[in-house]
């Protein structure tokens, strides 16, 4: 092996344009492939950056053979963690974290701030850096605790890594808590790391129907994910006597938290393994193309070999390790591809998660594109191998031999590239719908104009703004009058159009809310129609372009005081008034909460106007849905403790004359000068936003536009190349066609003939397992089916037209043969 390895070595070093032309084409596909698995490898390989992560699991519900799940509720929860033995601890927690604001520090910052129970950190395995955790007396049952930790980076950021922070008072949604510990740097209770700043100890007392925090269990040694699991669902067996028939369908599900936070995106990434494999087969094809035609050029050195003894196998070995060490240089020059493929990966995908992985090579890459490089070599050597291993002796030795195994080398290349492109096909069509889908979401009407609006989150807390008397949840009058004068100075500020608030400014999400129509018969329990509803200001249409339709806009008139009204769009008039104006009639609606309560509102709402559809969820939203209007400053005040309402979180969006983002600043002084304690979040213009929403989209496009580029070149190459010898391989016939009075024309047309069958063969194919293959792609498809024939037919004519130039280069060359120097040609 080692003799073969060094022969191997000095043949392709006598090459070395051959050599380069293989190397270069192998490298592309290997480091694409390390490159992609890379990102999956630190994604979802790599064990979750906590202790013992194989002992961590999710704990949820799921009705049995059906697919999706639901969060326990919180007396589950206490009968678990009560009962349960196979179980270290077993905690709740927000682990993604939610915005939260502190103050304190000479200014109100807006933080990523979660809450847990007291033991949940210890369950993830987490040490503090300074201080210590929760403790069980942090906090009282169903109440936040007055503890709170925070992580090494608002540590360094707010604190200037000050070594006394421990004890300090900071206020957390207008509550004071004290500084207990610090979390390190990288923590991650998931792999969606959202870097949380700040956590706060909080635990449940108690309540069916209140699903709002994640549940996690730190299994004890020896103890398997389904033996936690039937204990849990026995002990759920008998808790559940008291719950309703439908709530004892659902069953107890215990899975590895690391499998939970990554089944998502395991399809995608086996979905983008299957697209760079696809190019490194390509570039397999490319490179056995290469080797037959250099077979040719070797055939009376294997002849001889083989006249002087050497047996079939043997010359295999031969050929076969040459194919092995251009596969492992092809293998080296792809991993440093793979590493600059791997840079501009994490540089330009979209996703939050990913960009905070330490993507790189370790040694499961290393090793993956070792295999790969050795398989490649294997792959794209095994047929020139065998077809130049069984030479004619008697043939091949012959003055002029060298032309006698012609026919099945060209027959071999021939289907090598027809192979080529039936893949390119796959990956170019896969690469079209997605363009063409990005292309169509791009076109979507919003129904709103987004040029020149500035948007900004803000959420009003603590008990300046909400307190609770007993069971109740009481929204104080602070709060309108904080967004009343918030608008007042927007509109004062020179070079604002308009300024307005809303629950519901797009791209986000609306509350959806029970109705019934008044003088129409009372719909059945539970059959109430439904429709998104959105408090605004009086200038929200205005601020985002939205026209009337038919009526008026809600006002400034449109206060407590005076009769309640509600604008709808255009999609509710038509669903539930079809053939009637719906100005004038009266609709009541219910607000439902997360803590399984109803409450009707305290009076019925006139419509008095009806506006254009706007796509709440941006452009992906299919079709529009039932909206309802009402204005900010007409609504209750006093809700049961658990009820989830959103009179305190409002969107600000405001229409500017000029670069909406030249008004963040006095937006921010605008709202210090009201209330220092208060921070906007999530602030920039609204095409930026809908930009970020299209963001992984965009992303898919230039992707699998780069691999449909790719397998493009490398089929055409490929075509070219073989043309290109089956020029070399017929000039004598040629010639003797142009002697017989062929015209030029007659050999182009010959040429280019004999490529397009070809070509048509392989489209063929490929368009038959694209129809199979692209349906995995209809999840990411928007407006456009998987068999698109606009699509299908725009590829079709591309790869057409590219083999056209790819076939006609040779066909030009062989169209100039001097016949006289054909006839003398070997």
């Known amino acids: 092996m080692a003799q073969d390895l060094r022969y191997a070595a000095r043949m392709l070093g006598k090459n070395p344009g051959f050599t380069a032309v293989a190397i270069a084409t192998l490298a592309l596909g290997i480091g694409a492939n390390t490159a992609i698995f890379s990102l999956m490898n630190a994604f979802v390989f790599r064990p979750l950056r906590v202790e013992e992560p194989d002992r961590l699991v999710m704990i949820t519900e799921a009705k049995p053979k059906q697919r999706g799940n639901r969060l326990p509720d919180q007396d589950s929860f206490l009968a678990w963690r009560k009962h349960s033995r196979m179980f270290q601890d077993i905690a709740q927690g927000g682990w993604n974290g939610d915005p939260t604001t502190i103050s304190g520090l000479g200014r109100a910052e807006r933080v990523s701030g979660s809450i847990c129970t007291p033991t949940a950190l210890s369950v993830l395995g987490v040490k503090p850096l300074r201080g210590r955790l929760f403790l069980p007396e942090d906090t009282a049952a169903r109440q936040e605790g007055t503890t709170v930790l925070i992580g090494e980076g608002l540590w360094r950021r707010s604190f200037g890594a000050d070594p006394n922070v421990l004890g300090k008072t900071l206020t957390v949604g207008g509550n004071p808590k004290t500084i207990v510990g610090i979390l390190p740097a990288g923590f991650s209770a998931t792999p969606w790391d959202m870097n949380v700043d700040l956590w706060t100890a909080w635990y449940p007392s108690g309540g069916r129907g209140l699903r709002w925090l994640p549940v996690a269990g730190r299994l004890k040694p020896g103890v398997t994910v389904e033996q936690a699991q039937a204990e849990l669902n026995s002990i759920a067996r008998g808790a559940n006597q008291a719950q309703s028939a439908e709530d004892r369908d659902w069953t107890v599900r215990v899975e590895s938290m690391h499998d939970v936070y990554t089944q998502g995106a395991r399809q995608y990434f086996y979905l983008l393994l299957g697209a760079v494999g696809l190019i490194l087969l390509i570039a397999c094809a490319n490179v056995a193309n290469l080797m037959l035609a250099r077979a040719a050029v070797r055939q009376k050195e294997i002849a001889i070999r083989a006249s002087l003894g050497a047996g079939r196998w043997r010359l295999v070995r031969q050929l076969l390790a040459e194919s092995m060490v251009l596969g492992l240089l092809g293998g080296a020059v792809g991993t440093l591809l793979g590493v600059w493929g791997i840079r501009a990966l994490v540089r330009s995908v979209p996703i939050d998660v990913i960009r905070s992985l330490v993507v790189g090579l370790d040694l499961r890459v290393l090793a993956f594109t070792l295999a790969v490089s050795l398989l490649t070599g294997i792959l794209f050597g095994l047929i020139p191998a065998f077809r130049a291993s069984g030479p004619n002796l008697h043939e091949t030795l012959k003055e002029g031999g060298r032309q006698s195994a012609g026919g099945m080398r060209l027959r071999s290349q021939n289907l090598l590239l027809i192979s080529e492109v039936a893949l390119a096909v796959v990956l170019l069509m896969g690469a079209g719908l997605l363009i063409n889908s990005f292309v169509r979401l791009q076109n979507v009407d919003l129904g709103f104009n987004p040029k020149n609006v500035l948007k900004a989150e803000i959420y009003l807390d603590g008990p300046k703004f909400r307190t609770r008397v007993g069971n109740m ?118 607000i439902e909460g997360g803590s399984n309560f109803k409450l009707e509102e305290d009076r019925p709402r006139e419509i008095v106007g009806v506006v254009g559809n706007i796509k709440h969820y941006g452009a992906y939203a299919t079709e529009p849905f039932p909206v309802m209007y009402g204005s900010y400053r007409q609504h209750g005040m006093t809700y049961p403790g658990g009820a989830y309402v959103v009179h305190n979180w409002n969107s600000i969006t405001i229409r500017t004359a000029s670069n909406p983002m030249n008004f963040v600043v006095p937006l921010q002084k605008a709202v210090a000068e009201i209330d220092r304690d208060q921070a906007l979040f999530d602030v920039q213009s609204l095409e930026a936003g809908l930009a970020e929403s299209m963001a992984f989209s965009r992303f898919q496009v230039h992707l699998f536009g780069i691999f449909g580029g790719l397998a493009l070149v490398l089929a055409s190459v490929g075509l070219y190349g073989v043309l290109s010898y089956l020029v070399t391989q017929r000039t004598h016939e040629i010639g003797v066609r142009v002697a017989l009075g062929a015209g030029r024309g007659d050999v182009l047309r010959l040429v280019i003939a004999r490529g397009l069958k070809t070509t048509a063969i392989g489209l063929a194919l490929g368009i038959a397992a694209s129809l199979a293959v692209t349906r995995v792609l209809s999840g990411f498809l928007f407006g456009v089916k998987a068999t698109d024939p606009l699509t299908y037919s725009v590829v079709t004519a591309v790869l057409v037209g590219v083999a056209l130039l790819a076939c006609y280069m040779p066909a030009r060359r062989a169209a100039k043969v001097d016949p006289l120097d054909a006839l003398r040609h070997e």
């Open 473 to 590: 949840k009481i929204i104080t009058p602070q709060v309108d009058l904080f967004y009343q004068q918030l608008l007042d100075r927007l509109h004062a500020l020179p070079g604002v159009l308009s300024a307005g608030i809303s629950h519901a400014a797009p791209p986000g999400w609306v509350q959806l809310r029970p109705f019934r129509i008044l003088g129409r018969p009372a719909p059945a329990a539970g059959q109430e129609p439904q429709a998104g509803y959105s408090d605004i200001s009086a200038d929200f249409f205005r601020s985002l372009d939205v026209p009337l339709v038919k009526g008026r806009y809600v006002t400034e008139a449109d206060a407590e005081g005076s009769p309640w009204v509600v604008v709808v769009n255009e999609a509710m008039a038509r669903k539930y008034f079809p053939n009637e104006d719906p100005i004038g009639k009266m609709v009541h609606t219910t």
